[in-house]
């Protein structure tokens, strides 16, 4: 299993561009989150899923979109990016029964934006 | 809405000494997970804790959760090198499908 994946890596954007951040996870887990987090911060909850169709707003929803059409896979997209979102972004995924499970998170991305 | 706030923000340590963070909820949680974030990586799960003032331990790390379900806490003895990294807890509160993060204590080991 490769766990949860994310992609880019890395990305430098230019104020008002537009981009998705990929996420996508190998372990048939319902829920997927998406947090951001600054130094002294700690990780906030931007949007989140309990599975495919259905997605609801975190702490930091503004500026974000999502999207859950398959189990597998949660993007986010930055709509006109703004350099208050140079941020670290990971995507999260775990078993969801009503309660929350182990969180596995992915890698992360590394976004500034200029 | 939902917070959870985490002291100390930072904490170096002398290698053997002893290191607790703390961390305390606004609303009363249904169950809270602690994470580990070594530098530059992502955050790993340590543990989760349910029941009103359930003590857990794994080696050197003991995890406590409080009678009211609203604070926890970890400790870790006599600390190693291998121990740096920022420590997070994260709780649900009832009612919600919702994780939320604690600010995090940053702990660093000096040899």
């Known amino acids: 299993n490769a766990g949860v994946t994310q992609t880019p890596k890395f990305q430098v954007l230019k104020t008002g561009q537009s981009m998705t951040l990929q996420c996508a996870q190998d372990m048939n887990h319902e829920y997927m989150s998406w947090y951001r987090q600054d130094p002294g911060m700690g990780l906030r909850l931007i949007h989140y899923?309990?599975?495919?169709?259905?997605?609801d707003q975190g702490e930091v929803p503004n500026g974000y979109n999502v999207s859950r059409s398959t189990t597998e896979d949660f993007p986010l997209r930055l709509l006109s990016a703004a350099p208050s979102q140079t941020s670290v972004y990971f995507c999260?995924?775990?078993?969801?029964?009503?309660?929350?499970?182990?969180?596995?998170f992915g890698p992360g991305t590394r976004l500034t934006v200029l | 809405g939902q917070q959870v706030m985490q002291i100390p923000q930072y904490q170096h340590v002398q290698e053997g000494e002893d290191f607790t963070t703390y961390c305390n909820s606004s609303t009363t949680l249904s169950n809270i997970q602690w994470y580990k974030q070594r530098p530059g990586g992502h955050p790993v799960f340590l543990i989760q804790l349910v029941k009103s003032g359930e003590v857990k331990k794994q080696k050197r790390l003991t995890f406590q959760f409080g009678e009211a379900k609203k604070n926890s806490s970890l400790h870790i003895t006599a600390t190693q090198t291998t121990d740096v990294g920022t420590y997070f807890c994260a709780g649900q509160s009832y009612n919600t499908d919702k994780l939320i993060f604690g600010t995090g204590t940053r702990l660093q080991v000096f040899p």
């Open positions: 899923s309990v599975g495919a169709g259905i997605t």
């Open positions: 999260a995924s775990s078993y969801w029964g009503g309660s929350l499970d182990t969180q596995y």
